[in-house]
């Protein structure tokens, strides 16, 4: 069965500290993975996505992560997280063949001056 | 539309009541999903729609809840005779195509953020 783990539920860094945010997955097929980050009362905004190729994939606001298949992970990263970056965070994953994505329950990211 | 929108923002209603939750898609995106986000938790896969017909309604989680999609736009989401853990914010997604053809990402609508008291 398809499951996305997010093992830390709450993660404080100071401001311009670097970040990383914790994604595994359990999929049978290949998997397409995505990191939807949601801000207090938006909707969820897509920062990037992994189809195929080049393992480490760039997305917006300087967010970057990088999919390992032998560790079936899929972390999100940023060198230096900006007061603006608190938020929830959703890794995801879907494919082809499934008709929806499958989501993790989060990481909310708190950022002290 | 520019985005995918949803009303209300917010629904507070009472045990019991019947409520309707309207997603509007993207303009031309066919495929159209809702999903349910509960207080810590993560989205829960209610319903998918290719075009007006639902070929998953696997994740309904009662017969109180329905939903239909007409004209190949807007969706309504329809819980009856809510009770206390209907409480959540239940969220519209929608694709270009089906996830099942491109596995691509989602657009996401703000939410409507439902208390049932």
């Known amino acids: 069965a398809q499951s996305v783990t997010q093992p830390d539920i709450h993660i404080t860094v100071s401001e311009g500290a670097s970040l990383e945010l914790r994604c595994n997955y359990s999929?049978?097929?290949?998997?397409?993975l995505f990191w939807y980050v949601q801000s207090p009362g938006q909707g969820l905004q897509l920062l990037l996505k992994y189809f195929s190729g080049d393992t480490l994939v760039q997305g917006i606001k300087g967010f970057e992560a990088e999919f390992k298949r032998s560790q079936s992970s899929f972390n999100l990263r940023k060198p230096s997280v900006h007061w603006s970056d608190a938020a929830e965070y959703f890794c995801a994953v879907g494919s082809t063949g499934a008709n929806n994505l499958f989501f993790g329950t989060g990481t909310r990211l708190t950022v002290i001056p | 539309g520019a985005g995918v929108s949803q009303s209300p923002s917010n629904k507070v209603t009472e045990k019991g009541k019947d409520v309707e939750l309207r997603c509007d898609p993207i303009?031309?995106?066919?495929?159209l999903y809702w999903y349910r986000q509960s207080l810590g938790q993560g989205l829960e896969f209610l319903i998918y729609f290719q075009g007006n017909s639902a070929p998953d309604k696997s994740g309904l989680p009662s017969d109180r809840f329905s939903a239909e999609r007409t004209g190949g736009s807007v969706s309504t989401l329809t819980i009856q005779r809510t009770q206390q853990e209907d409480s959540a914010v239940y969220l519209c997604a929608s694709t270009p195509m089906g996830q099942a053809v491109t596995g691509g990402p989602q657009y996401f609508g703000p939410g409507t953020r439902l208390t049932v008291l």
């Open positions: 999929y049978g097929a290949t998997p397409y």
């Open positions: 303009s031309g995106h066919t495929a």
